[in-house]
């Protein structure tokens, strides 16, 4: 059944041995809703833990990892956070999918996976979704639950520079500011400092960048040999998708990673009209409406026809 933040709130708070569940490739946004639904949980008496997602990189483990769940513990409650699929939770953590009690999720298509569901495709982050939750449940927001959701919510809006942010993701933004949140630090630690990797990695993406549709249209291909060169990891591969679009010109940045495995991780950042998600569904994905991502299982090139074919078919009649 669908849920509202109220009614999410009493579901927790008669449940107890909550165990929080994040998605695969996470981000910040499922590792801070996850980490403050568990601080705010164990504000309100209960035991709680995050699932061990061994896929969570560096950058948000000082975050997790102090609320990892040890491997004994048995769950009497699991949460999911940020996943608009049962299909996207971590693969470390998937036993648990068939048990999962509460979806709290902010993708449009979610299909209601959960006992309960308290989905919101109207907020930019899950974290906006988590702080109403956690305001329900009558949990002061301090300093450390305030830090978490201002990463969910920085993360998922580009420090609240991309389109989707409203007055709302502002709003819960300023609450944290209020329980003495450093937000000009946890920007600048997600958006600013990079390792030299990273910047190895985006000197090949700009010298690299394929241009269609007289520069509309810009691609990144990025090998796996390149990755190996650069020596990128996970943490430096997160939002490179948001490249293409800041060259000029560029409405829409296609972006295509891939994997060891030989699969190919697309991305899909739009802007205007012109939905990343329809463009990423006509291919077997999904996401939202200027951001989304599909798994191909081709090669590089062969992939790269096909998203380019995909994108064009939505972008002609809509630019
Ligand atoms: P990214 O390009 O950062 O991997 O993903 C952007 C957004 O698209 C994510 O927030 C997620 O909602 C969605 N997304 C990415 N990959 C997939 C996919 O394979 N299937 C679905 N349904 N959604 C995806
Ligand atoms: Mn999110």
Not at 87 to 94: F, G, Q, T, V, W
Not at 116 to 136: G, T
Not at 227 to 233: F, K, L, N, S, V
């Amino acid at each position: 059944m669908t849920v509202t933040a109220e009614q999410a709130a009493e579901v927790l708070r008669g449940a107890d041995r909550i165990l929080i569940l994040t998605h695969l490739r996470p981000d910040g946004d499922t590792c801070g809703c996850a980490a403050a639904l568990c601080l705010a949980l164990r504000a309100a008496g209960k035991t709680a833990y995050l699932a061990d997602n061994t896929e969570i990189t560096a950058r948000y483990r000082p975050m997790t990892d102090p609320l990892r769940a040890p491997e004994a513990f048995e769950p009497a409650f699991i949460a999911v956070v940020d996943s608009s699929n049962p299909e996207r939770i971590a693969p470390s953590i998937a036993q648990w999918v068939p048990e999962i009690d509460l979806v709290i999720d902010h993708h449009e298509h979610n299909p209601n996976y959960g006992r309960y569901n308290l989905v919101r495709p109207d907020y930019a982050a899950c974290a906006e979704l988590i702080y109403e939750v956690i305001c329900a449940m009558g949990v002061t927001i301090t300093r450390a639950i305030g830090e978490a959701i201002y990463t969910g919510a920085s993360s998922d809006t580009g420090s609240f520079r991309y389109s989707n942010a409203t007055a709302n993701t502002l709003r819960v933004a300023a609450a944290c500011l209020d329980a003495g949140v450093d937000g000009g630090e946890i920007n600048r630690r997600l958006f600013e400092v990079k390792s030299r990797a990273r910047h190895a990695m985006e000197g090949y993406v700009f010298a690299h960048m394929r241009y269609t549709h007289g520069g509309a249209i810009g691609t990144a291909v990025i090998p796996y040999t390149v990755q190996q060169e650069c020596g990128a990891g996970m943490d430096e591969l997160e939002s490179i998708a948001a490249l293409p679009r800041q060259i000029e010109g560029v409405s829409v940045g296609l972006t295509l990673i891939e994997q060891k495995d030989g699969t190919i991780r697309v991305s899909v950042r739009t802007g205007g009209d012109l939905s990343a998600a329809e463009i990423c569904r006509s291919l077997g994905g999904g996401g939202h409406l200027r951001a989304a991502g599909v798994t191909l299982h081709t090669t590089l090139e062969r992939a790269c026809e096909q998203v380019q074919t995909a994108t064009e078919k939505y972008y002609c009649g809509k630019a």
